[in-house]
């Protein structure tokens, strides 16, 4: 857990009961975003676009970079999906950052992502 005393301007992490559970983040046809598309070896797979604080939460990163994507505005996965790594580099990410984001979102693909047309 993080404190607020060992990194300032962090916050601590939730415990791992205050996070949303999967059924906080509801069905697809309930959400807010509409489905994000992206290919994975040229087919088309769609994926629930969820908020910066949805994806954080749900696949435990932590507050820093949360507080990063929301001060780059990131505000959905959708344009997560999009950046290259050489971007979020240009923005101050740091390599390992990046390796949580793109594994948030792997996981996020991996659970969640449907073939279209399937």
């Known amino acids: 857990m993080t404190s607020p005393e060992c990194c300032p301007g962090a916050n601590p992490s ?10 906080d983040f509801g069905r697809r046809e309930e959400r807010k975003f509409p ?6 070896r040229g087919r088309p797979v769609l994926v629930p676009t969820w908020t ?32 290259s790594e050489a971007l979020f580099l240009k923005n101050n990410f740091k390599p390992g950052q990046i390796a949580e984001i793109k594994r948030a979102l792997k996981e996020h693909l991996d659970q969640y992502g449907e073939e279209e047309g399937a």
Do not use: M, N, W
């Not at 205050?18 to 059924?23: A, C, H, L, N, T």
């Not at 489905?35 to 994975?40: A, N, P, T």
């Open 14 to 23: 939730p415990a791992p009961s205050d996070r949303p559970s999967e059924d």
């Open 35 to 40: 489905d994000h598309r992206v290919f994975i």
């Open 52 to 83: 910066v604080a949805e994806l954080c939460g749900k696949y435990h990163l932590s507050p820093i970079i949360q507080d990063l994507l929301v001060h780059h505005r990131f505000e959905t996965t959708g344009g997560l999906f999009e950046i």
